[in-house]
């Protein structure tokens, strides 16, 4: 949809990490550990550090509006979630 590939691109797990808690923002990260009691290495909590949200009109410019139609929007929000219980299965997105 914004023609971003990959969207989340990191060099290994923590940076992963991080890329994904700079767009889904670690409130939600944190609801998800705190919900499963998930407890995250210190360390790797001190490098994610904090970030809000970001609404994902933010990553959208002339070149992809064509593509980011409010369907395809609720569909990505839908498949991006950290909680599994939240996120479509592969089934429901088909």
């Known amino acids: 949809i914004f023609r971003k590939e990959p969207f989340f691109y ?13 767009v ?36 959208i410019n002339a070149e992809n509006q064509h593509l980011a139609l409010p369907e395809a929007i609720d569909f990505l929000d839908k498949l991006l979630r950290y909680d599994h219980l939240e996120r479509l299965t592969a089934k429901e997105a088909m």
């Open 24 to 59: 889904l923002g670690t409130d939600e990260l944190n609801a998800y550990l705190n919900k499963y009691g998930i407890e995250l290495d210190p360390q790797l909590a001190f490098i994610v550090g904090r970030h809000s949200r970001k609404p994902w009109t933010k990553f």
């Open 10 to 22: 990191g060099h290994d797990n923590y940076d992963q990490l991080i890329k994904i808690a700079k």
